[in-house]
C-alpha cells in the first residue's frame, strides 16, 4: 500500500506547527478523542463536554435562553449544531488523533529510563498495575511498550495483552528494543502511520479502497462484508486526488490572504485621510461660524456635534473592517495550515477521510468578503442672506470608494498572440484557455510560462462567444451565440452539449455550487443550469436592459448585469434582484467620462465585491466599488495601450487580469500583488 513512501526533513517551524496540532486549544494538553467541528477547529472529546456544561451554567446565571442543540466555538465563536448523538456523533480527527498518539508515544520514549541501562528498568511503573493499585505503593515495572494503547506494561500484563481478543494484533515491543525509536523520529512516524492505517472493524487488515457511495476506506474484508456492491477506487487515487484539491484550495486562500492583508494596511491610510477632511470641514466650519456669530452659535454645536458623529461612526466602522479582516486572515491561514500540513503529513487514509471536509470549509471561505470603505466629509456654506435657518451650511458624505486592493498602475507581465479576435479567455487549474471568433478550435497554454501547449477542436462550434472556467466541477464551458453551450472535460476530453435559445453570450461559473449562469442576449435574460445542462431557473430583465452580456451572482441573491451596444440608449452595469428588477446601476447614456460606458462586453467581480467592467468603445477597464461607484479606470490606451477590448477574466489566484482584444491579442496585467 502506498501510504506516504515519500518522507523529507522537518523543519523547526514545522516541528512547531506539529506540536500546536497536537494541543488541544482549551486544556492546552495533547489530545485525548479529538474532535473537529464545521469550522475545521479541533477539541478534546471532554473539552467540548466540559465547555458545553460551563456554557449552560453561566447562561442560567444570567437569566438567558440558549438553544440546547447549538453552541458556538470555543475559539472562534462560530455557532454549530450538537448532532443527535451528542458531541461523540461529531467527526473525528483521525489525522489530528495520529498526531496526538505519535507525540504521546514519542514523549514516553524519550522519557523512559530503560535506554539508560537495563538495571534502570525499574523505574519505568506498568501503567495497567499502577492504575489497579489506586495510588498505592504497589509498582510493577515495565519491560514492554504497546504502540497502540500508548501504555507501558509488566511483563504478566503484556502477556494478558496478547491474548485478549481486542488488543492481540497490537504491535508490542520491549522497552530495550524500543529505544532505536527515541532518536529516530520518522521510524516511529511510520509505525503510527501504519498503525492508523488499520481498519477499525478488523484490525489485522490495512484499508486499501475507498467506497464512494459510503465515503469511508475500507479493507477486503469491509469490501467483501457490506460494500461489494458499492462503489470502490483505490484509496491511494482517493488520496491523489484530494492533495490536488488541497493544494488548490491552499493557493486560492492564498491569494486571498494578501489581498486581506493589503486591505488591512489601507485602512491605517486611509485612516489618516479621513482625519485631515474631517479636520479641513470642521475648520471651515469654525470660520463660517465666527462670521456669523451673533446668529449661528447653536446651529454651529449642531453641526460639529453631526461631525462628531460621522468621525466615531466611520472610525468604528473602519475598526471593525480591521478586526474582520484578521478574523478573516486567521480564519484563512489556519486553512492553509491545516490543509498543507494534512496534504504534506497525512496518511491516505487522513486526506481520503478530511479533504472534502476542508474542501467544503474553503468553498465558505472564497464566499468570504469584507467592504472597506470610507466615506469623504465635506462642507459647503450657505449665503447668510439667502437663508433664515440652518445659516452655516451642510455636512455631506459622498459616496467613494478608494480602498481597493489593487496595484495603482498595473504592468504588462506578457502578451499572447493573435490573428483572430478574442471571444473569450479563462484559467482552469495551471492552464490558459482561449477561444476566437468563427473558429471551433480551443487554443490552450500554461498559465505561469504562458507558452502554447496544445489545441483543441470543438466539432460542432460555430461562432464561440464566450468561455468560463469551474474549479468546483473541474470544467469548461464555451457559448456557440447560434444557440448552444459546451461542456468539456480538459483531462477526460469529454464534450457535450445542451441547446439554449436566446443567442447565449457571457458565462460564469458560481464557484460556491458549479451552476452555469447563461446571459442570453436576444431574449433579455439570465439562465442558470447545472453541470449538465438541466435549467434551475430563467430570470428575465427590465425593458431598460437592452443588450445584455453577462451577468454574475453576488451576495444576498442579487445579479449584477452588464448591458449596452452601439444603438442602446443605456450603457451600464446593474444590480438586479430574483426577479429581474433593477435596484441599483452605475452609468446611463453611452460617454466617456468617469460615470459614463460605452458597450461594456463583459466584466468580472473579485471576491471582495468589486466589478471589473471592460468599456471597449473607451479603450479601457473601469473598477468599480461594491456599491457600484467608480473607483479609477485601471488600466486603458494611454496607461496600457489596449485598443477595442472584448474580453476579459480576473484570476484572483495569481493576481493577474486577462483582457482580449479586437486584433487577436490578449494582454496579461499583473493587478495583484500575490507574493
Known amino acids: 500500500m502506498d501510504n506516504d513512501s515519500t518522507r523529507s526533513s522537518t523543519t523547526p517551524q514545522q516541528a512547531e506547527n506539529g506540536e500546536k496540532m497536537t494541543e488541544c486549544p482549551v486544556c492546552g494538553q495533547i489530545f485525548s478523542d479529538p474532535k473537529m467541528l464545521p469550522c475545521l477547529h479541533t477539541f478534546c472529546l471532554r473539552c467540548l463536554i466540559r465547555y458545553k456544561r460551563d456554557l449552560d451554567q453561566r447562561s442560567g446565571q444570567e437569566k438567558r435562553i440558549v438553544e440546547k442543540a447549538k453552541m458556538p466555538c470555543p475559539l472562534c465563536q462560530r455557532p454549530f449544531a450538537i448532532p443527535d448523538g451528542g458531541f461523540e456523533a461529531l467527526s473525528s480527527n483521525s489525522f489530528f488523533g495520529r498526531l496526538a498518539h505519535q507525540r504521546r508515544l514519542s514523549c514516553m520514549l524519550s522519557t523512559s529510563s530503560s535506554f539508560e541501562s537495563p538495571d534502570a528498568v525499574s523505574s519505568d511503573v506498568c501503567m495497567p498495575c499502577a492504575a489497579a493499585a489506586g495510588g498505592g505503593e504497589a509498582r510493577e515495572p515495565a519491560t514492554f511498550i504497546c504502540f497502540d494503547c500508548d501504555e507501558k506494561l509488566c511483563s504478566d500484563c503484556e502477556a494478558a495483552h496478547r491474548k485478549q481478543k ?20 520518522e521510524s516511529l512516524q511510520t509505525i503510527v502511520q501504519r498503525q492508523s492505517s488499520k481498519c477499525d472493524h478488523h484490525p489485522a487488515e490495512q484499508v486499501r479502497m475507498y467506497c464512494t457511495g459510503c465515503r469511508v476506506p475500507v479493507c477486503s474484508r469491509c469490501v467483501e462484508a457490506t460494500h461489494a456492491d458499492h462503489g470502490l477506487v483505490k484509496l491511494g487515487a482517493v488520496a491523489a486526488d484530494g492533495r490536488d484539491r488541497l493544494t488548490d484550495g491552499v493557493q486560492r486562500i492564498a491569494g486571498r490572504i494578501v489581498a486581506f492583508r493589503k486591505l488591512l494596511a489601507s485602512i491605517a491610510s486611509q485612516r489618516s485621510g479621513f482625519l485631515k477632511q474631517i479636520g479641513k470641514a470642521e475648520s471651515r466650519i469654525r470660520q463660517t461660524a465666527d462670521e456669523f456669530i451673533r446668529l449661528v452659535e447653536a446651529n454651529r454645536d449642531g453641526l460639529l456635534a453631526e461631525t462628531e458623529e460621522i468621525r466615531a461612526n466611520t472610525l468604528q466602522e473602519l475598526e471593525k473592517a480591521g478586526l474582520d479582516i484578521e478574523f478573516g486572515i486567521g480564519t484563512m491561514e489556519n486553512f492553509t495550515e491545516l490543509a498543507t500540513e494534512l496534504r504534506d503529513k497525512g496518511t491516505d487514509s487522513d486526506v481520503a477521510f478530511m479533504w472534502d471536509k476542508l474542501d467544503t470549509r474553503r468553498k465558505q471561505l472564497e464566499t468570504m468578503h469584507q467592504d472597506v470603505s470610507v466615506c469623504s466629509v465635506k462642507f459647503r456654506s450657505n449665503d447668510v442672506n439667502a437663508v433664515k ?20 498602475t498595473p504592468d504588462v507581465v506578457d502578451i499572447i498572440p493573435g490573428s483572430a479576435s478574442v471571444a473569450g479567455v479563462t484559467v482552469l487549474g495551471s492552464e490558459l484557455y482561449i477561444v476566437r471568433d468563427l473558429s471551433p478550435n480551443l487554443d490552450i497554454y500554461d498559465a505561469r510560462s504562458y507558452s502554447p501547449i496544445r489545441r483543441m477542436k470543438l466539432e460542432g462550434l ?8 469551474c474549479p468546483q466541477n473541474r470544467a469548461l464551458y464555451v457559448s456557440d451565440s447560434v444557440g448552444h453551450v459546451y461542456c468539456l472535460k480538459p483531462h477526460g476530453e469529454e464534450l457535450t452539449r445542451w441547446q439554449v435559445e436566446g443567442e447565449p453570450q457571457g458565462l460564469y461559473a458560481a464557484p460556491n455550487n458549479g451552476n452555469l449562469f447563461v446571459t442570453c442576449n436576444d431574449s433579455k435574460q439570465v439562465k442558470e443550469y447545472t453541470e449538465d445542462g438541466t435549467l434551475v431557473r430563467s430570470v428575465r430583465f427590465q425593458q431598460d436592459v437592452q443588450s445584455a452580456w453577462q451577468t454574475i451572482p453576488v451576495d444576498a441573491g442579487k445579479l449584477v448585469v452588464c448591458h449596452g451596444f452601439e444603438s442602446g440608449k443605456l450603457h451600464r452595469v446593474c444590480y438586479v434582484d430574483q426577479g429581474g428588477r433593477t435596484l441599483r446601476f452605475y452609468g446611463g447614456a453611452n460617454g466617456s467620462g468617469p460615470n459614463r460606458l460605452d458597450a461594456p462586453l463583459r466584466m468580472s467581480v473579485d471576491p471582495f465585491g ?15 466599488s461594491p456599491n457600484l461607484v467608480h473607483v479609477r479606470d485601471l488600466v486603458g490606451r494611454s496607461s496600457s495601450g489596449i485598443k477595442q477590448p472584448r474580453r476579459l477574466f480576473l484570476d484572483v489566484n495569481s493576481g493577474c487580469l486577462y483582457v482580449g482584444l479586437i486584433d487577436g491579442r490578449v494582454l496579461i496585467f499583473r493587478v495583484l500583488n500575490t507574493d
Open 166 to 185: 481486542p488488543s492481540r494484533h497490537h504491535q508490542v515491543e520491549r522497552l530495550t528494543t524500543a529505544a532505536v525509536f527515541r532518536d529516530d523520529p
Open 389 to 408: 435657518t440652518n445659516l452655516l451650511g451642510q455636512v455631506t458624505i459622498l459616496d467613494i470608494d478608494s480602498s481597493d486592493p489593487y496595484v495603482d
Open 610 to 624: 468589486y466589478v471589473f467592467v471592460l468599456d471597449r468603445n473607451n479603450d479601457r477597464v473601469q473598477l468599480l
Open 462 to 469: 460555430r461562432k464561440p462567444a464566450d468561455i468560463a472556467s
